[in-house]
């Protein structure tokens, strides 16, 4: 079945540092892709998305890349800082007019001042 | 912050009893989605409301149901509650838009037990 998944379950890095999270999504026929953030006790929050007719998206401090021929995707994280410390899901919304976002398990980043 | 409002935000409940929790979407948007999210896991779909209908559904049963209202709100109602039914419910609001939907900003969650 449809799956998507992290390959890192912790990272821990050092402020300053770039961080990397990565994901692989098992539906070819996804075209929709959302990077989330968690932090204890409160809901998903949307960091960065991308559509599956492009390759990389830039926003503040964060880049999604997609590469479609291995099906996998990545969130980078520039100067990473202690308040990036959180839980990273990436999340699959299926083909085109697919109502419901697949998560993974999620990653948990911890950022070391 | 986003402008996507859950109540209550914690609820403890006994087995075999019914809950209601309630989600108020952002400004702008049409779609309301519920999600189940058990501790250290991946959010998990249950529905998805669009105009007042469901438009789509997870794997739960029947006694998960839901509602959304005029105003695009939203009530996701539970009978029976399990002890599994622990969990914390997730309400995010979206825009569906040529059978697409945009980014999906959730809410902070009602956070229930069941005892």
């Known amino acids: 079945g449809e799956s998507v998944g992290l390959h890192l379950p912790t990272l821990s890095v050092q402020e300053g540092d770039n961080s990397i999270i990565n994901c692989a999504y098992s539906?070819?026929?996804?075209?929709?892709f959302i990077w989330y953030k968690q932090e204890s006790g409160k809901g998903p929050q949307f960091i960065i998305d991308?559509?599956?007719?492009?390759d990389k998206r830039q926003g503040q401090r964060v880049t999604v890349l997609l590469n479609k021929t291995v099906k996998h995707l990545s969130l980078q994280i520039a100067a990473t800082q202690p308040g990036d410390s959180a839980v990273y899901f990436c999340?699959?919304?299926?083909?085109?007019?697919?109502?419901?976002?697949?998560f993974g398990k999620g990653m948990k980043l911890t950022v070391n001042p | 912050e986003t402008g996507v409002t859950q109540s209550p935000t914690h609820l403890i409940k006994t087995r075999g009893q019914q809950v209601t929790l309630r989600c108020s979407s952002q400004?702008?948007?049409?779609?309301v989605s519920w999600y189940q999210q058990a501790l250290g896991q991946g959010p998990q779909f249950i529905f998805q409301?669009?105009?007042?209908?469901?438009?789509g559904r997870g794997n739960f049963p029947p006694r998960f149901s839901g509602l959304q209202f005029p105003n695009y709100s939203s009530e996701l109602n539970v009978n029976a509650l399990e002890l599994d039914d622990s969990a914390l419910y997730l309400c995010?609001?979206?825009?569906?838009?040529?059978?697409?939907?945009?980014?999906?900003?959730f809410g902070q969650g009602t956070r229930l037990t069941v005892v």
């Open positions: 995010a609001s979206s825009r569906l838009w040529d059978r697409r939907n945009t980014e999906a900003f």
């Open positions: 539906n070819s026929a996804s075209d929709y």
């Open positions: 991308i559509r599956s007719n492009m």
């Open positions: 999340a699959e919304n299926g083909e085109g007019g697919s109502e419901k976002l697949v």
């Open positions: 400004s702008g948007h049409n779609t």
């Open positions: 409301y669009y105009r007042e209908e469901e438009n």
